[in-house]
């Protein structure tokens, strides 16, 4: 679980899980871009340092499972996870479109947030503007390539959320998220 952590904390070496980075898939499949999501993670989470084996992936549907049975309890689980992927389709599901606005709006600001649009080019436009419109948040980044779902992943892992290249952000992160779970309890 979330613990505290001071200012000047200092990471240890990877083997001793200074620090676990969770991603967390929302989709109804595996398929991204005609590539399964773990494969595109795995390839992206072996070139990245300082982290060794402390990135924790769950890319499977679970996200979306929870988010169907009870969001607002799900959101404790979401909470712990810095890396949201998200297939448009889940956003923009009728019945979830209110879940998930609430979610990413109690989402400390270091949390990267990524919708992929895999549908047709024609129509990514009004997917993404649709998309817009049902979360409503500077917070969501819309993703319309392969190829930029993996750039901006490696980035936000490489650097942003990585112990040893932004660890300011990630001891932010991870304390925000306490305060936030802290006063669930």
């Not at 505290?4 to 001793?16: A, G, H, L, S, V």
């Not at 019945?95 to 998930?100: A, G, S, T």
């Not at 024609?122 to 948040?137: F, L, M, N, T």
Request: charged share 35%.
């Amino acid at each position: 679980m979330i613990e505290w952590y001071d200012e000047d904390r200092e990471f240890k070496p990877p083997d001793e899980k200074p620090h676990n980075e969770g991603v967390l898939l929302f989709s109804n499949s595996r398929s991204c871009y005609d590539d399964d999501i773990e494969n595109i993670l795995e390839e992206i989470t072996k070139g990245i340092s300082g982290y060794g084996n402390t990135i924790e992936i769950e890319p499977h549907g679970d996200g979306l499972d929870l988010m169907k049975e009870d969001a607002v309890e799900a959101e404790e689980h979401f909470l712990v996870n810095s890396l949201w992927i998200i297939h448009h389709e889940c956003i923009l599901d009728s019945e979830l479109k209110k879940d998930f606005r609430f979610c990413i709006q109690h989402t400390p600001p270091q949390t990267m947030i990524l919708v992929w649009i895999d549908g047709p080019e024609k129509k990514h436009d009004e997917i993404e503007a649709d998309i817009e419109e049902a979360v409503d948040s500077d917070k969501v980044e819309i993703v319309k390539t392969k190829k930029m779902l993996t750039h901006l992943i490696e980035r936000y892992l490489g650097k942003e959320a990585n112990p040893k290249m932004g660890k300011e952000k990630v001891i932010a992160w991870n304390n925000n998220v306490w305060r936030i779970l802290d006063m669930r309890c």
